[in-house]
C-alpha cells in the first residue's frame, strides 16, 4: 500500500458490506441528480442539476467518503452556501485513478 506525503493510505478503510451501502446511498440520492461529469488531470468534476437540497446531499456524502478515503479531496461548488450546489469537485494522487474512475462512472455514466 503506498501512502501520500501526509500520510494517507491510498486505500478505502471500507468493507464489502460497507461498500455496498454506500453505492445503494450515492445511487439514491445524488446519482439520480448526475448530469455529466468533466475529467480533471487528476480528479473528476460531477455536475448536477442545481437543487435547493443538494447542497445538503452532498455534504453528508462528502462527510461519508472522507471518512473512508482520506486521500481525496471534495470541493462543492459553487463554495457560496447560500447558493445551490451544482458542482462537486473529487481530486486525489495519480495513484488514486482507479477510484477516481469510479466516481467519473456514478449513475452508470460514462466521463464526458
Known sequence: ??????????????????????????????????????RLEHGVILRFEPAADLRSMLRRFVDLERQCCGFLSFTILPEEPELPADRLVVTGPEEASATLDMFAKLGGRDAD
Open 1 to 38: 500500500m503506498e501512502r501520500l506525503d501526509a500520510g494517507q493510505p491510498v486505500a478505502c478503510s471500507l468493507n464489502d458490506r460497507e461498500f455496498r451501502e454506500r453505492r445503494s446511498l450515492v445511487r439514491e440520492t445524488i446519482a439520480p441528480r448526475l448530469v455529466g461529469t468533466d
